[in-house]
């Protein structure tokens, strides 16, 4: 059956989406299963570049059907603001949300900006793991079924005011329910027609054959279960998230292609073996990326191979442009780590590897791999 499942084996940022593109003439169907406003990609149409977080990237071909699936947690005002561009674009391209999907409110993005998540874990700041919250918390959660009219909606955030006013006064959050239906009404008006329920649409569609690829975000060390916790995100961006996002069976999936960057890069604290630039100059390179380039002496250094690890490391950054989409922080870098892609590989049934970025390796004189430990 026909669905293939594209998936990075690092903490994400692979360039998954160029894989998505060379594959865009295989497929009908994009669909996204897991994660949220975290993930980014850039997309160029040669006239406009777009950000884009939260919509599957095979959509800016031409005639394509997205789906944002019911493992994402999605947040209106992305969504409302990617929609406006796709229209823009006006490719003939349509998008599709599961009613199961959750919606990331005002405050999960604030209590991820507020709380220890992000000083601890150096997350996106997204709301991403508050949403996941509220989801296995059950009676705080907000879907995207609720926002099938204005009514329902305003009597779901009522609600959970009621249930979260003493949270909300303890972590500073001073928007009133009403302050936030008037905000988000021009976008719950927006997305209610997309709304559908897309697992029974997916699996209709794998019966009668269609191709659907399905764009994993994120990265596997990144997975809740499988990745470098606590340092991870809150979904599971392997191969089980695929399924369970979207609802279709295990043997469904095809072909799985594992995306490997020929280096490795991280944003955000953790664990990180063949690091160039260490953890402790995570800040220190954020207040620098204005101005990150390699002067005339340095790439004389990387050219003689007598750069040392922060040189390196640098190097990586300047030459691969490891900035994030989302936060526009500085990607950790450091050499590629087959130990830990040995791992990915397995857990994730991988039989294609698409490496990239090898271009930014060229002309190195020497390079270093981690092998095993
Ligand atoms: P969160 O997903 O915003 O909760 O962040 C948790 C961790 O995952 C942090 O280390 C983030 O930097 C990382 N992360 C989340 N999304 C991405 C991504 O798309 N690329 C790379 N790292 C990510």
Redesign the pocket.
């Known amino acids: 059956m026909p669905v293939t499942a594209v998936i990075g084996q690092q903490?994400?940022?692979e360039g998954k989406g160029k894989v998505v593109d060379l594959k865009s003439k295989t497929f009908e169907i994009a669909a996204r299963a897991t994660?949220g406003r975290?993930?980014?990609h850039t997309v160029n149409t040669g006239e406009k570049v777009y950000k884009l977080h939260l919509i599957p990237s095979g959509v800016f071909h031409p005639n394509k059907i997205g789906i944002l699936g019911n493992g994402m947690v999605i947040e209106l005002e992305t969504l409302y603001k990617e929609i406006k561009f796709l229209k823009e674009i006006d490719n003939g391209s349509k998008i599709y949300v599961s009613g199961k999907a959750h919606v990331t409110m005002p405050w999960h993005k604030y209590s991820?900006s507020h709380g220890a998540?992000e000083k601890k874990?150096?997350?996106?700041?997204?709301g991403?793991?508050p949403t996941y919250q509220s989801k296995a918390n059950r009676t705080e959660a907000i879907r995207i079924y609720d926002l099938k009219t204005k009514e329902r909606f305003e009597r779901k955030v009522k609600k959970v005011f009621g249930l979260k006013k003493g949270e909300f006064e303890r972590i500073g959050f001073e928007k009133t329910y009403r302050d936030i239906l008037d905000d988000l009404e021009y976008a719950r008006k927006a997305i209610e027609p997309l709304v559908i329920d897309s697992t029974t649409y997916l699996l209709r569609e794998l019966y009668n054959g269609t191709n659907i690829l399905a764009e994993g975000?994120?990265?596997a060390l990144?997975d809740y279960d499988h990745g470098t916790y606590p340092?991870?995100?809150?979904?599971n961006p392997t191969i089980g998230g695929i399924c369970t996002g979207l609802g279709i069976p295990a043997n469904s999936i095809e072909n799985v292609i594992g995306i490997v960057k020929a280096y490795t890069?991280?944003?955000?604290?953790?664990p990180f073996p063949t690091e160039l630039t260490n953890e402790s100059n995570l800040n220190k390179e954020i207040s620098l990326k204005s101005k990150l380039e390699l002067t005339t002496e340095e790439e004389e250094l990387i050219k003689n191979g007598t750069a040392n690890d922060e040189l390196m490391g640098k190097y990586l950054v300047v030459k691969g442009k490891e900035f994030?989409?989302?936060?526009g922080?500085v990607?950790r870098c450091g050499w590629l780590d087959l130990g830990l892609v040995k791992y990915t590989l397995a857990i994730n049934g991988v039989n294609e590897i698409a490496l990239t970025k090898l271009d930014v390796l060229d002309g190195l004189p020497k390079l270093k791999i981690g092998t095993n430990y």
Not at 121 to 126: L, Q, V
Not at 265 to 270: E, I, L, N
């Open positions: 903490w994400g940022d994660g975290n993930a980014g991820d998540g874990i150096g997350t996106t700041k997204s991403i793991g975000a994120q990265g990144l340092f991870v995100t809150s979904s890069t991280r944003v955000g604290f953790g994030g989409t989302t936060t922080r990607r």
